[in-house]
């Protein structure tokens, strides 16, 4: 039988943080968890094996609490806010033997520090939740931003909506156009499979290596400026590496039709914002659909809020709670498999 002793202890050093103590027979290892809304069962696997120590709030620890908190801890809880840098990795000290994030992207992780210490890396494969990730979520953003839905009920609550009009609040259908995606990985497969049901004539994809795959979806692999030059609507479904960092620029809007529509479900950085700010002020492309942006959270006084032709979300393409309860019980194993030796469900190579 396993006995449970919980210890709150409140630190106000420059600010405080929750630690919940649970020992028991399996094992002493300490875990440091970044926020307090993970959800709880990722988090209540951890505490039936582990020492676990979670950061009180739901927002991100402050890099100064960070640094002192994760001192001699065993293994790291965290998500795609929290920067694991070379200073916070000699902060915790030779203790640790896992840093495991609640995100399919990883580029908050200074993989090569963790390398050089032997700390191995857990994160979230995409295709456990494909799906729920991006099927829905996906296609809502791209059928909301061109048949203009927050637009129309903006005007539908403020006196806008007169009577019916023939050519009001009109924008594009999926039916006959040609869909560009960059980056066919599992996403994008997926996102090509839900595209092609709206009757599209074309599916095109960008990606560094030929896809099986476009049999099924009919899918045909082209230059990223093809892509750009011949697509209605361009999704972006590529991995943040330094290949893609500002992929979508001044120049990619410009090839773009002036009737495109732009979607980024993928991550902000992968565009130039202030290219695409400009793209849509000036017309270059019709509208965009982002569920990411640089910065997260975005300042309320961007200009991407003022734009009647962008929709902005909370970057929710996860936000199911079947999908969110999997990320966090896989970001729990990881670290529970490092630290038995054995083979971690999503370990970063």
């Not at 030059?229 to 330094?242: Q, R, Y």
């Not at 960092?245 to 495109?260: I, R, V």
Request: net charge positive; charged share 25%; with cysteine.
């Amino acid at each position: 039988m396993i006995y449970n002793r919980f210890l709150l202890v409140t630190s106000r050093l420059a600010s405080s943080a929750l630690i919940v103590r649970n020992m028991s027979d399996s094992g002493t290892f300490k875990v440091y968890v970044t926020r307090n809304d993970m959800p709880s069962c990722g988090v209540d696997l951890l505490k039936k094996e582990c020492d676990v120590i979670i950061w009180d709030q739901a927002t991100p620890i402050p890099k100064e609490d960070f640094l002192k908190a994760v001192v001699g801890v065993n293994g790291i809880y965290c998500s795609l806010n929290d920067k694991i840098d070379k200073q916070l990795l000699e902060a915790a000290g030779d203790g640790l033997k896992v840093v495991s994030t609640i995100s399919v992207g990883y580029d908050h992780i200074d993989v090569a520090s963790c390398k050089q210490k032997g700390i191995k890396i857990g994160w979230v494969y995409p295709d456990v939740f494909t799906d729920r990730r991006l099927r829905r979520p996906c296609l809502a953003l791209l059928l909301s931003t061109s048949r203009r839905l927050p637009e129309a009920q903006f005007e539908a609550k403020t006196g806008g909506w007169v009577s019916w009009a023939p050519t009001w609040m009109t924008g594009p259908g999926l039916a006959d156009s040609t869909v560009g995606i960059v980056g066919f990985g599992r996403i994008g497969q997926a996102v090509a499979r839900r595209v092609k049901a709206f009757n599209t004539a074309r599916i095109l994809y960008f990606n560094r290596s030929q896809r099986p795959q476009e049999k099924e979806t009919g899918a045909v692999k082209v230059s990223f400026d093809e892509l750009l030059s011949e697509s209605d609507f361009v999704i972006c479904c590529a991995a943040l590496v330094p290949e893609t960092k500002e992929l979508f620029n001044k120049t990619a809007f410009q090839k773009m039709k002036n009737t495109a529509i732009f979607v980024n479900t993928s991550r902000g950085a992968v565009v130039d914002q202030e290219a695409l700010i400009e793209a849509l002020k000036s017309n270059t492309i019709r509208a965009a659909g982002l569920d990411v942006t640089t910065p997260e959270p975005l300042p309320l006084d961007n200009p991407l809020f003022q734009l009647k032709n962008c929709v902005v979300l909370p970057h929710i393409g996860s936000a199911s709670i079947e999908a969110r309860n999997t990320m966090s019980d896989m970001t729990a194993r990881n670290i529970l498999a490092a630290f038995k030796g054995e083979k971690m469900p999503a370990e970063l190579k």
